[in-house]
C-alpha cells in the first residue's frame, strides 16, 4: 500500500522511475496495482508476492513474453523492459 501511495497518479495507475523496483500484490483474480505506466527502451524490475494461493502470470509486450509463478510468502522477481509505446495487458490465474 505504501508503495502504491508514494507512486500513484490522478487516474490511480502507478508510475515508478527507471531503475526503481515495482510491487505487486497478487490476490484473489487481481493484480494490485492492477495499471502502471512505464517509459519504452527501459528496464525495470517487476517484484510480485501472493496474498493467498499460487498465481500464474504472463505478459506480452511486443514479440517479448513474460512469465512467472507467484508464490506466497516468496517474493518473485521479473524485468520488464517494453521495447515501444502501447497498451499491454497481463494475463493471471490462480492454482
Do not use: C, W
Amino acid at each position: 500500500r505504501r508503495f502504491i501511495e508514494e507512486h500513484r497518479l490522478p487516474d490511480g495507475s502507478v508510475r515508478v522511475r527507471h531503475g526503481s523496483p515495482l510491487y505487486v500484490l497478487a490476490s484473489q483474480y487481481t493484480f494490485t496495482p492492477n495499471t502502471i505506466r512505464l517509459t519504452a527502451g527501459e528496464e525495470y524490475e517487476l517484484r510480485m508476492l501472493s496474498a493467498d494461493v499460487v498465481h500464474a502470470f504472463s505478459i506480452q509486450m511486443g514479440g517479448t513474453s513474460y512469465n512467472a509463478v507467484v508464490m506466497p510468502k516468496t517474493v518473485t522477481a521479473l524485468k520488464l523492459e517494453p521495447k515501444t509505446t502501447g497498451t499491454y495487458h497481463s494475463v493471471g490465474s490462480e492454482d
